[in-house]
């Protein structure tokens, strides 16, 4: 049988056709797996970006500059030095809702989905430590999971009061709960006490500054990450910034409305005028919403990083057993929360008034202008005679030896005179051995006569 050459090519443009259905059909299928995967990896990369420049601002540092447009890529050079150093789970995210139909899973008992997952936590540290064959690290591990305990239950009682006001246990269901009510409906103004336990226990889960304790270098060596290096102890700190996402991800659904930003007396989708016509962009503004709610939040436990001290391990099982477990049995009802505080009168009120006192000198210090010595915003003119060392003038000195003071390793040798018919010093050698120099730049600046340049 002879076949045309017309019907030939049919035959080939319909096979490359099905090829192109079937590629196609693939590629969908790994659309709805690496969405997720990528909007994680790109949610962790920010957060780190995020805190090391309000850390920088805080502490008048310039920060990360180098990698990237204003050092956005510095954590994706760590994790890939990491991972060539040396040869988590993802299911929270399937709950949380961006927008009212944008949620990858509506579970009827979503919120407790993730509660009963993060409960599984403490397993994996005793199982990191005990396997690190260091005692020291099985120690960290024990004290690790004591301390993902403790919080847990605060974190738990919390999220059930919650529930029990939405009378539902899907995000999406507590999300439009409080959109009835317009910005006044939040969680955060029906029940702010419980607001206040959720964000003190989930600092804790997160093993976030003051109750970083498991790898508190002056505790047991580094905790329970004492034998991890390379990628292994690169996975232990992307989990911890995973579960702090999660974390402000499940604030902002709880607490914060969600995709919801109903600003009194304007209501967002009525100034933007999204209807039914306009769905696409109402999903697009409701997954902004709810990230800038999330990032906003992130502040909160970045600046406290820098502003209270680490907690002992016995007062941080006080706070969770002693105080946070008793008022948050009692969020629900306002009057036994109130007498819980009274139980705790002077101690409360002078702890909010230390911490408050704390975030405003942090906060007042922040983003002034750093000036650093190695890398200052306006580069110092240098001398012509300039070497890589401090140009010292010898006329202008006085012996008053201030830089041999502020020097932190005693590295100025002054030798002088007094000359006594005019009562004055005489500098009769000055010396710095540069080999040694730090280059700190405080003889520079503490000089009263300006020696230096």
Aim: hydrophobic share 45%; aromatic share 14%; with cysteine.
């Amino acid at each position: 049988m002879i076949i045309d050459t017309p019907e030939v090519q049919d035959i080939n443009s319909f096979s490359r056709l099905e090829y192109l259905k079937e590629v196609y059909g693939m590629i969908w299928v790994l659309v709805p797996i690496l969405t997720p995967v990528l909007g994680i990896t790109i949610g962790v990369l920010a957060i780190v970006w995020l805190e090391r420049e309000i850390s920088a601002g805080i502490q008048q540092r310039i920060g990360p500059e180098y990698a990237g447009p204003l050092g956005i890529l510095q954590a994706l050079a760590d994790g890939t030095k990491l991972l060539f150093k040396e040869n988590s789970s993802s299911i929270y995210y399937l709950i949380i809702p961006f927008g009212s139909n944008l949620v990858l899973s509506d579970l009827n008992i979503g919120v407790f989905l993730w509660i009963a997952i993060s409960s599984i936590a403490p397993i994996g540290l005793l199982m990191s430590g005990y396997g690190s064959n260091n005692k020291y690290s099985f120690l960290g591990g024990l004290r690790a999971a004591a301390q993902s305990i403790s919080y847990e239950i605060p974190l738990t009682l919390c999220v059930l009061s919650i529930s029990l006001r939405a009378i539902r246990s899907s995000t999406v269901d507590i999300v439009e709960a409080q959109s009835k009510y317009g910005f006044w409906g939040w969680n955060l103004w029906r029940q702010p006490i419980g607001f206040i336990v959720f964000i003190i226990s989930s600092l804790a889960e997160c093993e976030r500054l003051p109750f970083d304790l498991p790898e508190a270098e002056e505790e047991l060596v580094a905790g329970y990450q004492t034998e991890y290096s390379g990628i292994k102890f690169g996975l232990f700190y992307v989990a911890s910034y995973l579960n702090l996402l999660v974390s402000s991800l499940f604030v902002t659904v709880l607490y914060l409305g969600g995709w919801d930003l109903s600003i009194p007396y304007i209501f967002v989708p009525e100034f933007f005028e999204i209807n039914k016509a306009g769905e696409v962009f109402g999903t697009t503004i409701g997954i902004f919403i709810t990230l800038a709610k999330t990032y906003l939040f992130l502040f909160i436990p970045i600046t406290t990083r820098w502003t209270l001290p680490r907690l002992r391990m016995d007062q941080l099982l006080n706070l969770g057993w002693k105080f946070l477990l008793p008022i948050s049995l009692d969020i629900h009802d306002m009057f036994p929360m109130v007498t819980g505080f009274m139980n705790y009168g002077q101690q409360t009120v002078r702890a909010a008034r230390y911490i408050g006192q704390s975030f405003m000198i942090t906060l007042s210090h922040a983003n002034r202008l750093p000036v650093t010595i190695q890398y200052p915003y306006e580069k110092l003119i240098t001398s012509e005679r300039f070497r890589g060392r401090i140009h010292f003038e010898f006329d202008k000195c006085i012996a008053c030896e201030v830089c041999v003071r502020v020097c932190p390793i005693d590295l100025p040798v002054v030798d002088w005179k007094l000359e006594t018919d005019i009562r004055k010093k005489q500098l009769l050698n000055y010396s710095i051995d540069f080999g040694i120099c730090i280059f700190c730049g405080n003889c520079v600046e503490y000089c009263p006569t300006n020696c230096y340049q």
